[in-house]
């Protein structure tokens, strides 16, 4: 596995993939992997000739209250489950390099980002299309993976790459969880014992109110019923429950669109999120 810091050395290497006409399959990450990430490099693995990992805890993607700080890292475990799965080429730039100077010019995503995540936390989607508009020009990928357990950051990006003509197709990848339902996690590793045991409640609460959703079709009663298991269940705090049309992330549920119940609880030193994406079949 090639590993780089430098863009320079990115861009080398990336050269000399596509002289050699290799397909270019791209997974951005923040690191402490586990395995959704590597499902996403599996199914990069599958569909391209060369495999592009990044591992960059973007700062501008974090409110000034928020954990860069102790997000956790660990670069040498990283890089060999990179190396396990697959990947051609590790990407480790430092923040120093990727923002040398601000120009003053921004990027702001547009309504879908007035909800769930993107209401709790301002500009935090604003610093994902900042990050992933270097990283596309950099890497310049065939295909890019993204997992379904961060729905909302998907498909603000499929937006993205739609609405401005990014030569490139957004893959997405279904949420990788524990045995016992918990999405699988960076910021796990933060639970107390106590909040361990309760969070794979978050599921099952997701689960009752989608099935409470389809018998009622109320979609306040559906968010009562998720609201009320996760209360009764965990010492966590819930930031939001919310069912909205899918991808465009709107209460207009009506003609056949897919919908996504999503959640965001604050357990003592973790915020999860996770969602369950239904299909307009309903599957
Ligand atoms: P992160 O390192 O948390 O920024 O995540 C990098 C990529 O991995 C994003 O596309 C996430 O959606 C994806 N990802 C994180 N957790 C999971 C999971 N449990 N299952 C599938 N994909 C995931």
Avoid: W
Wanted: proline share 4%.
């Amino acid at each position: 596995m090639i590993q780089v810091q430098l863009i320079n050395d990115l861009k080398e290497n990336v050269k000399a993939a596509k002289q050699a006409g290799k397909s270019i399959g791209f997974v951005p990450t923040m690191g402490f992997l586990h395995e959704g990430h590597m499902s996403l490099v599996k199914h990069a693995r599958e569909e391209n000739d060369f495999v592009i990992m990044s591992i960059f805890v973007n700062p501008a993607q974090f409110g000034p209250n928020e954990d860069l700080d102790r997000y956790p890292r660990d670069l040498e475990r990283d890089t060999k489950m990179a190396v396990e799965a697959g990947v051609d080429l590790l990407f480790f730039p430092q923040a120093e390099e990727m923002y040398p100077q601000d120009g003053g010019i921004t990027i702001r995503a547009g309504a879908q980002a007035d909800v769930l995540c993107g209401a709790s936390r301002p500009g935090h989607f604003d610093g994902v299309l900042k990050v992933v508009t270097k990283l596309f020009h950099l890497v310049e990928p065939t295909k890019v993976y993204f997992g379904q357990k961060d729905a909302q950051q998907l498909a603000i990006i499929e937006t993205y790459v739609r609405d401005y003509n990014f030569p490139l197709e957004v893959r997405r990848v279904p949420t990788v969880r524990e045995e016992d339902g918990l999405a699988k996690s960076s910021r796990n590793v933060f639970l107390s014992e106590k909040e361990r045991v309760e969070a794979p409640l978050i599921q099952q609460a997701i689960q009752m109110g989608l099935e409470d959703y389809q018998k009622n079709q109320d979609a306040e009663k559906a968010t009562l019923v998720t609201i009320q298991h996760i209360e009764n269940g965990t010492s966590g705090n819930i930031d939001y429950v919310e069912l909205l049309s899918y991808p465009d992330l709107t209460n207009n549920l009506s003609n056949n669109k897919s919908i996504i119940l999503a959640v965001a609880v604050f357990f003592e030193k973790a915020r999860l999120i996770d969602n369950l994406i239904l299909n307009n079949k309903g599957e």
